[in-house]
T-cell receptor, first 112, second 110 residues
Framework: NAGVTQTPKFQVLKTGQSMTLQCAQDMNHEYMSWYRQDPGMGLRLIHYSVGAGITDQGEVPNGYNVSRSTTEDFPLRLLSAAPSQTSVYFC???????????FGAGTRLSVL | GENVEQHPSTLSVQEGDSAVIKCTYS??????FPWYKQELGKGPQLIID?????GEKKDQRIAVTLNKTAKHFSLHITETQPEDSAVYFC?????????FGTGTSLTVIP
């Protein structure tokens, strides 16, 4: 039981490049979410999903896309990276009824 | 949306003393209030949570209190130890979205 796995751990991009941050969980959780963490701002919700085929926007969705084709995977796509997207990104999952979120170890992204 | 405020932003205590972190929220529909501990370079980890039908919950040295009327909840850590040093986040959940406070950096001085 690996929990929530995020890849890569570190990434450097140039402005305008695209990339996908991967997130996988093996706990059969219905709920999955993506956050970004910036200094002094806590964690802010980007997108979330309550089940396969269902996604919705959080507080700061602009510049990011998500899809949920399986229960296990919830990738986050940056279509055209901007320096403002430099941040630490966390994926989390939970059972809908329990709300207890389990976080991955994070992806540290720098956009130059 | 929900607005969660957390205070203080930094807190230093002597080992063995108590630490208290306070959060307020704005949306009366919020019904779940978790607290997370984040160590350097790691993801947040749940340490305790409370639901809106309960006023207080305790787990060994950690306790959380909730005042729904005033819309505030607090984390209490007693007999602090150096390993309690970390950043602590509160959160409120009115629906399927989690809204986090800005964090409290706790330092326990040996």
């Amino acid at each position: 039981n690996a929990g929530v796995t995020q890849t890569p751990k570190f990434q450097v991009l140039k402005t305008g490049q695209s990339m996908t941050l991967q997130c996988a969980q093996d706990m059969n959780h219905e709920y999955m979410s993506w956050y970004r963490q910036d200094p002094g701002m806590g964690l802010r919700l980007i997108h979330y999903s309550v089940g396969a085929g269902i996604t919705d926007q959080g507080e700061v969705p602009n510049g990011y896309n998500v899809s949920r084709s399986t229960t296990e995977d919830f990738p986050l796509r940056l279509l055209s990276a901007a320096p403002s997207q430099t941040s630490v990104y966390f994926c989390a999952s939970s059972f809908l009824r329990e709300n207890i979120q389990y976080f991955g170890a994070g992806t540290r992204l720098s956009v130059l | 949306g929900e607005n969660v405020e957390q205070h203080p932003s930094t807190l230093s205590v002597q080992e063995g003393d108590s630490a208290v972190i306070k959060c307020t929220y704005s949306d009366s529909a919020s019904n779940y209030f978790p607290w997370y501990k984040q160590e350097l370079g790691k993801g947040p980890q749940l340490i305790i949570d409370i639901r809106s039908n309960v006023g207080e919950k305790k787990d060994q040295r950690i306790a959380v209190t909730l005042n729904k009327t005033a819309k505030h909840f607090s984390l209490h850590i007693t007999e602090t130890q150096p390993e309690d040093s970390a950043v602590y986040f509160c959160a409120a959940t009115p629906s399927n979205q989690f809204y986090f406070g800005t964090g409290t950096s706790l330092t326990v001085i040996p």
